[in-house]
């Protein structure tokens, strides 16, 4: 049976006559039994429709299930995900058209565009779960859509320590360090467990500090009193700037922080980030790296993006007077998180 015509009509049952979901659900049901002499399951069907109107459709389920991490889509009918007992593929009954606008329902709660002039974007879902999707002609033919989850749960050193992700002597050292007013720097590879850990880490702030973070797309989920989180925004058809990292560390510096947050250190604001913590703000962020000296490696590359005057001399001695620590986490074949090195940013590390 084809809902399509049902939806609309519960749609419809919304917006033109104020129903609820589950009433408008149920009226379109009604209606559509008394002209089709056909059994159908209604309570089924009124909990599909009413997900369809509320939730993100058939993905709903997938963002519901707290063991699922990550969700992408390649080509239509086909979804894939990882939980905690690895890669799945399952065959559904999904179009192109469908997925075309649930995607377009998920982009309104950002207000960020998807079109043949913006092919690619970034952005938050209501749960805080990140989207990613790019389009035709920049993907061969179809939408390629990843969706990143991120737990509810905010987890603390001490619950690291419990799950195994932490010695007892990293956490100390790591707790002891914050309250210290250390720069600290996460790397690790994808999944790896960075922004958690980075979240966790800022647990450890002290209520008076003022933390200003900086992110690509909202991510980091803090209960702190003084906190102002920004994200970029990219350029639009109707003539907005680009507002890129580089511009928020910029504003960030204005907003009288104790504590500087960047979500990922990734391009050109990584020389921004260097000078910031130099000046004595003390900071913390990620970075995508295979082990610590690779992360001191790729610190001592991204500024150069920022501008041909930068020079390796200068970064040197920069990166060891504004980076302290830098955690390095790795994920398993199981997929079990763990934090592999705390590397103390030293001179020698850097000849």
């Known amino acids: 049976m084809q809902i399509a015509p049902i939806l609309e009509r519960s749609r419809q049952l919304v917006r033109q006559r104020g129903f609820s979901p589950s009433e408008a659900a149920q009226l379109a049901i009604d209606e559509y039994v008394e002209l089709a002499d056909l059994p159908i399951e209604e309570i089924q069907l009124a909990e599909q429709i009413e997900i369809e109107l509320t939730g993100f459709g058939l993905l709903q389920r997938y963002l519901d299930d707290p063991l699922i991490e990550e969700i992408w889509i390649n080509r239509p009918n086909q979804i894939h995900y990882f939980s905690a007992s690895g890669h799945h593929v399952e065959s559904v009954s999904?179009?192109?058209?469908?997925?075309?606008?649930?995607?377009?329902?998920?982009?309104?709660?950002?207000?960020?565009?998807?079109d043949r002039l913006t092919p690619y974007v970034d952005a938050d879902l209501p749960d805080g779960s990140r989207l990613h999707v790019v389009i035709p002609e920049i993907t061969r033919q179809n939408w390629a859509i990843n969706i990143r989850k991120f737990s509810k749960h905010r987890l603390t050193i001490q619950e690291?320590?419990?799950?195994?992700?932490?010695?007892?002597?990293?956490?100390?050292?790591?707790?002891?360090?914050?309250?210290?007013?250390?720069?600290?720097?996460?790397?690790?590879?994808?999944?790896?467990?960075?922004?958690?850990?980075?979240?966790?880490?800022?647990?450890?702030?002290?209520?008076?500090?003022?933390?200003?973070?900086?992110?690509?797309?909202?991510?980091?989920?803090?209960?702190?009193?003084?906190?102002?989180?920004?994200?970029?925004?990219?350029?639009?058809?109707?003539?907005?700037?680009?507002?890129?990292?580089?511009?928020?560390?910029?504003?960030?510096?204005?907003?009288?922080?104790?504590?500087?947050?960047?979500?990922?250190?990734?391009?050109?604001?990584?020389?921004?980030?260097?000078?910031?913590?130099?000046?004595?703000?003390?900071?913390?962020?990620?970075?995508?790296?295979?082990?610590?000296?690779?992360?001191?490696?790729?610190?001592?590359?991204?500024?150069?993006?920022?501008?041909?005057?930068?020079?390796?001399?200068?970064?040197r001695p920069t990166i060891s007077s504004a980076i302290d620590l830098i955690v390095h986490c790795e994920r398993d074949s199981e997929g079990r998180r763990k934090v592999s090195e705390v590397l103390e940013v030293a001179n020698e590390n850097l000849a």
């Open 94 to 114: 999904l179009s192109q058209e469908t997925i075309q606008n649930l995607i377009r329902r998920m982009l309104r709660h950002s207000r960020r565009k998807l």
């Open 160 to 315: 690291m320590v419990d799950h195994g992700t932490l010695s007892k002597n990293q956490a100390e050292t790591l707790s002891s360090a914050v309250k210290a007013g250390k720069s600290i720097l996460v790397s690790g590879a994808t999944q790896a467990g960075k922004t958690t850990l980075l979240t966790a880490l800022l647990r450890e702030v002290d209520e008076s500090e003022r933390v200003v973070s900086c992110e690509d797309t909202f991510e980091l989920s803090l209960e702190h009193d003084d906190w102002v989180a920004m994200q970029t925004r990219p350029a639009s058809a109707e003539g907005s700037l680009e507002i890129g990292l580089r511009e928020l560390v910029r504003q960030a510096l204005r907003m009288r922080p104790t504590r500087l947050v960047i979500g990922e250190v990734r391009g050109a604001e990584a020389l921004d980030l260097l000078v910031a913590l130099n000046s004595g703000i003390p900071g913390m962020g990620t970075i995508h790296a295979r082990s610590a000296r690779g992360a001191i490696e790729k610190l001592l590359t991204l500024p150069l993006l920022a501008g041909e005057n930068i020079t390796d001399r200068f970064l």
